[in-house]
């Protein structure tokens, strides 16, 4: 029983396989945060629940309520009635007025998981093994006649908690949601470091790490999506936490519209974790008898460092998150042409690189952006989802019938969200743009954005999505959504409801992914937006697969991939072979190590293949027959992090074990060559250490400028995995940039 409650000591003790989460009540009713960290056996700890300290200097009272709320570790704090750290939940009552106060009534614990309506979350998952129980804590503010239902899931092996509440109005009069987070974590300050992923477009989810201060530091997207530059995940490390040791406390939002993620270092020295939905832009009216549901936070705490942080993370998403049939599927290996024709493409050109790219083993045509209403350019035809039959001679089951003829799979890409000024539907609908009256909208790539809010806008392009997609046979979609939300308001909903628009959006979207995936239950969904700005954890639970970034460089995508692998299994990262020079860089690397790079991903080529020199295209042949050797070990393995280019080494390495250590796939980027460089000590990991390995490395073999000889690969041979985790092994030097090595391991 992975859940359960001491009456004695009004205590919950929630534990997974390594880590213990503890609630305690308070004898005032007030539901406090006593423990997570390592698994406890047997202690209780119910006096880290902190009751009875006196409150600041010229207080007495301990108890007092104002001093009180201000120390004592919370697990849902409220406002208005003082606690002046970061609060959780913002009520106002029918007068307007901020105040909130919630007292524990009653508990339920239950095995597996209950849905979040309308929302994305986590469930038990038929393959899982390991027990997943929910604790559901029933809360009360007896003033203003509301409830809060905490919930939290355990998933015992992964070790994970997962956190939502259930926000109910029961009174007679209407109450209003300021402000309502999915998890708060009161922790002591350990010296605390801040890890986020931040970026912008061509460089989404970097790596950065901060000493955490007094007062709030918060990461956070006002765009009405995920965004390229700010990312709902954070974690909580202390200085000597790297890949293998120390405390890390994680929070990811599965959500994908505007967040909160916070740190706040108090005057008590204790860090408050929060996430939620972002509060500056966000308003709900509860009407009488009306529930709101938060999103759902995942937690997950490590004691053996960053490494074991991701690998809890990975496997959660993979046994309880992804639906998709095409989780542990081997995904078609695809070229799509956006880099290779951007909008400068018909049917003859399309089965051109069809015709090249089946004698090399791709498997599946992406026809990207331009193939419907008059779109020639970015500036127009956004929600006249037909096709366009100068360009697509013949229309589109005659374009299919030929791909498939070829030997290839077919998908296309839509952006449903999006509608042109220069549009059909918008000469015919322009109140369905999201816009505030009086004012101009405004132009973002020449679009604006569709109103998700309404029914009938979502039904009308959901119509032509489906009709498109019944029309011929298509195995795959892009859902691409191109730039930030602005002029968040419409023309339906009361002024008191303005403010919910940017949620209802969000929920808009999930309901239309929710319909496509259902109608459409084999499709290979991918999610993108502008490459990967809506890239989170609420988007896996429809698509399996989302573009990680538009730019495909190597050496970008090895601080892009290594952001996203932190939080993300690699199964769900978009990643391309591009063209040299690289569009986004002007970068001009190796054929084979951008190969090497992509394999990380799902795996596919994005480049005219009609156009690349003879000997890209022949090494083409031997890509594709690795990423079918390899997928799986890539796919489902665990992840090992060894060396990142991200903390100034000159080189990466990275790699994926098989669950049964019987065989691992390490990649190794020598980024900058140094002069008089020697062999470098690499130490793997995860490997199993009384297994004898044999290696086998997969690389171009490199002639020495000084004499043109051929250099051996030195690493291949047969190891324990104990020297080649504890000694390490030898990669060799190579002389020039962006060299790339992969080493195969075949446990005897
Ligand atoms: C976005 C996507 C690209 C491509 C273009 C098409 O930028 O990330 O991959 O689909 O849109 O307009």
Same mark, same amino acid.
């Given at each position: 029983?992975?859940?359960?409650?001491?009456?004695?000591?009004?205590?919950?003790?929630?534990?997974?396989?390594?880590?213990?989460?503890?609630?305690?009540?308070?004898?005032?009713?007030?539901?406090?945060?006593?423990?997570?960290?390592?698994?406890?056996?047997?202690?209780?700890?119910?006096?880290?629940?902190?009751?009875?300290?006196?409150?600041?200097?010229?207080?007495?009272?301990?108890?007092?309520?104002?001093?009180?709320?201000?120390?004592?570790?919370?697990?849902?704090?409220?406002?208005?009635?003082?606690?002046?750290?970061?609060?959780?939940?913002?009520?106002?009552?029918?007068?307007?007025?901020?105040?909130?106060?919630?007292?524990?009534?009653?508990?339920?614990?239950?095995?597996?998981?209950?849905?979040?309506?309308?929302?994305?979350?986590?469930?038990?998952?038929?393959?899982?093994?390991?027990?997943?129980?929910?604790?559901?804590?029933?809360?009360?503010?007896?003033?203003?006649?509301?409830?809060?239902?905490?919930?939290?899931?355990?998933?015992?092996?992964?070790?994970?908690?997962?956190?939502?509440?259930?926000?109910?109005?029961?009174?007679?009069?209407?109450?209003?949601?300021?402000?309502?987070?999915?998890?708060?974590?009161?922790?002591?300050?350990?010296?605390?470091?801040?890890?986020?992923?931040?970026?912008?477009?061509?460089?989404?989810?970097?790596?950065?790490?901060?000493?955490?201060?007094?007062?709030?530091?918060?990461?956070?997207?006002?765009?009405?999506?995920?965004?390229?530059?700010?990312?709902?995940?954070?974690?909580?490390?202390?200085?000597?936490?790297?890949?293998?040791?120390?405390?890390?406390?994680?929070?990811?939002?599965?959500?994908?519209?505007?967040?909160?993620?916070?740190?706040?270092?108090?005057?008590?020295?204790?860090?408050?974790?929060?996430?939620?939905?972002?509060?500056?832009?966000?308003?709900?009216?509860?009407?009488?008898?009306?529930?709101?549901?938060?999103?759902?936070?995942?937690?997950?705490?490590?004691?053996?460092?960053?490494?074991?942080?991701?690998?809890?993370?990975?496997?959660?998403?993979?046994?309880?998150?992804?639906?998709?049939?095409?989780?542990?599927?081997?995904?078609?290996?695809?070229?799509?042409?956006?880099?290779?024709?951007?909008?400068?493409?018909?049917?003859?050109?399309?089965?051109?690189?069809?015709?090249?790219?089946?004698?090399?083993?791709?498997?599946?045509? @992406?026809?990207?952006?331009?193939?419907?209403?008059?779109?020639?350019?970015?500036?127009?035809?956004?929600?006249?989802?037909?096709?366009?039959?100068?360009?697509?001679?013949?229309?589109?089951?005659?374009?299919?019938?030929? @791909?498939?003829?070829?030997?290839?799979?077919?998908?296309?890409?839509?952006?449903?969200?999006?509608?042109?000024?220069?549009?059909?539907?918008?000469?015919?609908?322009?109140?369905?743009?999201?816009?505030?009256?009086?004012?101009?909208?405004?132009?973002?790539?020449?679009?604006?954005?569709?109103?998700?809010?309404?029914?009938? @806008?979502?039904?009308?392009?959901?119509?032509?999505?489906?009709?498109?997609?019944?029309?011929?046979?298509?195995?795959?979609?892009?859902?691409?959504?191109?730039?930030?939300?602005?002029?968040?308001?419409?023309?339906?909903?009361?002024?008191?409801?303005?403010?919910?628009?940017?949620?209802?959006?969000?929920?808009?979207?999930?309901?239309?992914?929710?319909?496509?995936?259902?109608?459409?239950?084999?499709?290979?969904?991918?999610?993108?937006?502008?490459?990967?700005?809506?890239?989170?954890?609420?988007?896996?639970?429809?698509?399996?697969?989302?573009?990680?970034?538009?730019?495909?460089?190597?050496?970008?995508?090895?601080?892009?991939?290594?952001?996203?692998?932190?939080?993300?299994?690699?199964?769900?990262?978009?990643?391309?072979?591009?063209?040299?020079?690289?569009?986004?860089?002007?970068?001009?690397?190796?054929?084979?190590?951008?190969?090497?790079?992509?394999?990380?991903?799902?795996?596919?080529?994005?480049?005219?293949?009609?156009?690349?020199?003879?000997?890209?295209?022949?090494?083409?042949?031997?890509?594709?027959?690795?990423?079918?050797?390899?997928?799986?070990?890539?796919?489902?393995?665990?992840?090992?992090?060894?060396?990142?280019?991200?903390?100034?080494?000159?080189?990466?390495?990275?790699?994926?074990?098989?669950?049964?250590?019987?065989?691992?796939?390490?990649?190794?980027?020598? @980024?900058?060559?140094?002069?008089?460089?020697?062999?470098?000590?690499?130490?793997?990991?995860?490997?199993?250490?009384?297994?004898?390995?044999?290696?086998?490395?997969?690389?171009?073999?490199?002639?020495?400028?000084?004499?043109?000889?051929?250099?051996?690969?030195?690493?291949?041979?047969?190891?324990?995995?104990?020297?080649?985790?504890?000694?390490?092994?030898?990669?060799?030097?190579?002389?020039?940039?962006?060299?790339?090595?992969?080493?195969?391991?075949?446990?005897?």
């Amino acid at each position: 029983m992975s859940i359960c409650f001491d009456d004695n000591k009004k205590i919950f003790k929630l534990d997974t396989q390594r880590t213990t989460y503890m609630i305690g009540l308070t004898q005032e009713g007030y539901v406090g945060h006593v423990y997570y960290g390592a698994r406890l056996e047997s202690a209780c700890a119910a006096h880290l629940l902190r009751t009875g300290e006196p409150p600041f200097t010229p207080g007495v009272l301990p108890s007092e309520k104002a001093a009180f709320l201000d120390t004592l570790p919370m697990e849902y704090p409220t406002g208005g009635v003082s606690g002046y750290r970061e609060t959780a939940l913002e009520l106002l009552n029918e007068l307007g007025q901020n105040g909130c106060e919630l007292f524990y009534r009653s508990y339920t614990i239950e095995e597996g998981k209950p849905e979040l309506e309308g929302l994305p979350s986590s469930f038990k998952g038929a393959a899982a093994d390991g027990e997943v129980m929910t604790l559901r804590l029933l809360l009360e503010d007896p003033v203003l006649n509301v409830t809060v239902e905490l919930r939290y899931s355990v998933f015992e092996k992964e070790d994970v908690i997962t956190r939502s509440a259930v926000i109910t109005n029961a009174a007679d009069k209407t109450r209003t949601i300021r402000k309502a987070y999915s998890a708060c974590l009161d922790l002591d300050n350990e010296d605390m470091e801040l890890i986020t992923l931040t970026g912008a477009w061509g460089r989404e989810r970097h790596i950065e790490r901060q000493k955490v201060r007094h007062g709030r530091t918060y990461v956070g997207s006002t765009r009405g999506y995920t965004s390229h530059q700010e990312h709902p995940f954070i974690a909580l490390v202390t200085p000597e936490t790297t890949q293998k040791t120390g405390s890390a406390y994680a929070m990811h939002f599965v959500y994908s519209g505007n967040f909160r993620a916070q740190a706040e270092l108090s005057q008590w020295d204790n860090v408050r974790m929060t996430m939620g939905i972002d509060p500056d832009r966000f308003t709900w009216v509860l009407d009488p008898g009306c529930s709101f549901a938060v999103p759902e936070c995942v937690l997950t705490y490590s004691e053996c460092g960053l490494g074991r942080m991701s690998r809890n993370l990975h496997d959660f998403y993979r046994n309880h998150m992804i639906r998709s049939p095409w989780l542990h599927r081997e995904r078609p290996i695809l070229i799509n042409n956006w880099e290779a024709t951007y909008f400068n493409f018909d049917t003859e050109k399309l089965l051109s690189i069809v015709r090249e790219a089946k004698k090399c083993g791709i498997e599946m045509l @992406v026809m990207d952006d331009g193939w419907f209403g008059h779109r020639n350019l970015d500036d127009s035809s956004l929600g006249d989802w037909y096709v366009n039959e100068e360009k697509i001679k013949g229309g589109l089951k005659y374009l299919t019938e030929e @791909v498939n003829k070829i030997g290839l799979k077919f998908g296309i890409w839509f952006e449903p969200e999006a509608i042109s000024p220069d549009s059909d539907l918008f000469r015919a609908h322009p109140d369905w743009a999201l816009q505030i009256s009086g004012r101009e909208g405004t132009l973002s790539r020449g679009q604006y954005v569709l109103d998700y809010s309404r029914k009938e @806008v979502r039904d009308a392009i959901y119509d032509m999505i489906s009709g498109i997609l019944r029309s011929a046979n298509i195995d795959y979609v892009k859902w691409d959504m191109n730039r930030s939300i602005s002029d968040i308001g419409n023309l339906v909903l009361p002024p008191e409801r303005q403010q919910e628009i940017s949620h209802r959006y969000v929920l808009g979207v999930y309901e239309l992914q929710e319909r496509l995936t259902k109608d459409f239950p084999d499709l290979l969904l991918e999610n993108c937006a502008g490459g990967g700005a809506r890239f989170d954890p609420g988007m896996i639970y429809y698509s399996p697969q989302i573009w990680c970034s538009d730019d495909m460089d190597s050496v970008e995508r090895l601080r892009i991939q290594e952001g996203t692998e932190l939080a993300y299994p690699l199964s769900v990262m978009g990643a391309h072979v591009c063209c040299a020079p690289n569009h986004t860089t002007g970068r001009i690397l190796p054929f084979e190590t951008r190969g090497h790079v992509a394999l990380s991903g799902t795996f596919g080529y994005e480049l005219d293949i009609t156009k690349i020199p003879d000997e890209d295209r022949e090494m083409i042949q031997a890509q594709t027959q690795q990423y079918h050797q390899f997928h799986s070990l890539i796919a489902d393995g665990d992840y090992y992090r060894i060396h990142s280019w991200n903390d100034e080494q000159p080189y990466d390495c990275w790699g994926t074990v098989a669950k049964d250590g019987s065989e691992a796939l390490f990649t190794y980027v020598q @980024v900058l060559a140094k002069p008089n460089q020697h062999s470098k000590k690499i130490r793997l990991d995860g490997l199993d250490p009384q297994g004898v390995y044999e290696l086998r490395t997969y690389g171009s073999e490199t002639k020495n400028p000084m004499n043109g000889e051929i250099m051996a690969h030195i690493e291949d041979g047969v190891y324990t995995g104990e020297e080649l985790m504890k000694a390490g092994i030898l990669a060799g030097a190579v002389p020039g940039d962006y060299r790339s090595r992969l080493w195969h391991l075949v446990r005897k």
